[in-house]
């Protein structure tokens, strides 16, 4: 423990500092160009509000830190929909359940319908995450909700309605659930669930803690000493699943879980598993193939940063960055600390972060959400950053306290990153408390749009609205029910580049995400060779695609 404590000193002294710094770090808006997305939430009927339940002069720990977002096809008509996570008001019954809204887009307009009280998919319990996956195999896409309490599991029925199966699942874990991952962790081709865990905590264990001002504020988690375990759940093939944590490995190290993304690090063949950790050393569940995992981030690079400290995980983001066939990582961090991106060679990890330029830009702000995409389909990734304090800033941007703006970055020639103004690549900027970020192409013209839910606020819809995006095409990789496949990679070769995609729904924070790949083609507009490598390791090819739509390539055809 002690050891921690020391790793903590970081994140323990994050709200010292110059509370100007956010503010004095704004660009003038006269060096601003085009703006890449616009708010379109309410005119598109995406009405959703989180409530925290924050009620001064009490300051309880999970009222900062929810909601969730996911973004998949509930009903099979090949559109985006949207589910986001309530959270409520701490140990009373919840008013506001979460919402399911179905994409009803007809025309040039995105627009959307609340079916949240037909579907039954509205949910109980202070609500955290949201995790999407198939686990039963019948082609609809089910829903895992975490809360701090019971989590649930909703059966998709196929007709846009849901039956909680939580009980008769064997899923109900009742620790504080953060973010959560379906993958085929033994390649037996059914789905298994990962469960991050933050910490153990009571509304009567609840401590009182001070922000820089000398003012009651939410503490950080090193005060509370009580880092959780996760939970590894294998699926029986049937429906069911078996508690594994133990005899996995998975329940050997208690963390503080926030962001959990799943891969092949190391190109072994087995799904590998990092959870990011707010304030102790992150993990890296290195897959044995025995059944077993072995906590490697220490030895492989990436517990920590390259100075050594234990950072305020959050959310996380894994895809090649730098093209080289490996699955680099980047976890977003508290206010006064740089994120910390880990580029992956061989298995192994080196901090590039300040020779990418994620170093400066992040670190006046709070980062949750976050994701990597080829917003703008230059044919570089560009990378999305929803940020929010946890603590009150002493000049605040709005009303709320704890509101900052979001951060888009650009992906430049020399692989390194630029911020874009105007900031958050919004008109006139946005300020609000961010977490969830989830990105998805809700009106399929080939721009990745983004959701974010903010803290006691509306939800952001960002509609792609960038005025020179180059081409495009996109993949839906599925199985032979029809389901998205997690974790399968498709490798496009165009103009002598061959670029490598993950499917992937998990990562980000609180967040699941369209499960379609999409890459963009800069200024070619040829055909492209597409090659499927499936988690079994078993390789299709596809011939070659059109660019501009997106293709539907199916397990064994």
């Not at 669930?193 to 153990?200: E, K, T």
Request: hydrophobic residues 35%.
């Amino acid at each position: 423990m002690n050891v921690r404590r020391v790793a903590l000193i970081g994140i323990a002294c994050t709200a010292c500092g110059d509370e100007r710094a956010a503010v004095e770090s704004t660009p003038p808006e006269s060096s601003a160009g085009p703006a890449w997305f616009a708010e379109v939430a309410a005119q598109s009927e995406l009405a959703f509000t989180h409530t925290s339940g924050h009620r001064p002069p009490t300051y309880r720990i999970p009222e900062i830190m929810g909601g969730g977002a996911a973004l998949f096809d509930a009903d099979g008509d090949g559109k985006l929909d949207v589910y986001l996570v309530q959270s409520g008001t701490l140990g009373e019954p919840r008013t506001r359940p979460n919402r399911l809204f179905r994409n009803v887009t007809a025309g040039a307009e995105l627009r959307f319908e609340d079916v949240t009280d037909s579907s039954g998919a509205g949910g109980s319990g202070y609500g955290m995450g949201v995790a999407t996956g198939d686990y039963d195999a019948d082609g609809d896409v089910d829903l895992y909700v975490t809360n701090w309490g019971a989590n649930l599991l909703l059966r998709n029925d196929g007709d846009f309605t849901f039956t909680d199966v939580t009980a008769t699942a064997g899923v109900g874990e009742t620790s504080w659930g953060t973010s959560a991952a379906f993958l085929d962790f033994d390649a037996d081709g059914v789905p298994d669930l990962y469960v991050a865990n933050y910490i153990d905590w009571t509304i009567g264990g609840e401590i009182t803690c001070r922000n820089a001002m000398g003012t009651v504020d939410y503490c950080n988690p090193d005060n509370y000493e009580s880092p959780a375990l996760d939970t590894l759940f294998r699926g029986n093939g049937d429906g069911t699943f078996t508690d594994v944590s133990e005899s996995s490995g998975i329940a050997s190290e208690p963390g503080t879980g926030l962001g959990i993304v799943c891969s092949d690090f190391d190109g072994d063949g087995r799904v590998d598993i990092f959870v990011a950790n707010d304030g102790m050393p992150d993990f890296l569940w290195r897959n044995t193939a025995e059944g077993r995992f072995e906590n490697v981030a220490a030895m492989a690079g990436c517990a920590v940063d390259q100075f050594g400290v234990a950072k305020a995980g959050m959310g996380v983001a894994a895809i090649d960055v730098d093209e080289d066939g490996d699955t680099d990582l980047l976890v977003g961090n508290i206010r006064e600390q740089t994120d910390s991106f880990y580029a992956n060679q061989n298995g192994l990890f080196v901090d590039r972060t300040l020779a990418s330029g994620l170093g400066v830009t992040s670190r006046p702000f709070t980062r949750f959400g976050l994701g990597f995409f080829d917003f703008d389909n230059d044919g570089r990734l560009d990378l999305y950053q929803a940020n929010g304090r946890v603590n009150r800033q002493e000049t605040p941007f709005t009303d709320d306290p704890f509101a900052e703006p979001d951060v888009v970055m650009r992906g430049k020639p020399d692989g390194k990153f630029e911020e874009i103004l105007p900031r958050g690549g919004v008109a006139h900027g946005l300020f609000a408390t961010g977490r969830a970020a989830a990105f998805g192409d809700f009106d399929d013209d080939g721009g990745i749009d983004v959701v974010v839910v903010n803290r006691d606020a509306p939800v952001h819809l960002l509609r792609n609205v960038h005025p020179a995006r180059g081409s495009w095409i996109g993949f839906s990789v599925v199985d032979e029910h029809g389901a998205p496949v997690p974790h399968a990679r498709v490798k496009c070769t165009h103009d002598g580049r061959a670029v490598m995609r993950e499917v992937r729904v998990e990562s980000s924070y609180l967040a699941a995400h369209d499960p379609r790949v999409h890459i963009g083609l800069g200024t070619y507009g040829g055909a492209v060779d597409v090659e499927v490598i499936w988690p079994s390791g078993k390789r299709e090819s596809y011939g070659e695609r059109a660019p501009g739509s997106y293709h539907v390539l199916r397990a064994g055809r």
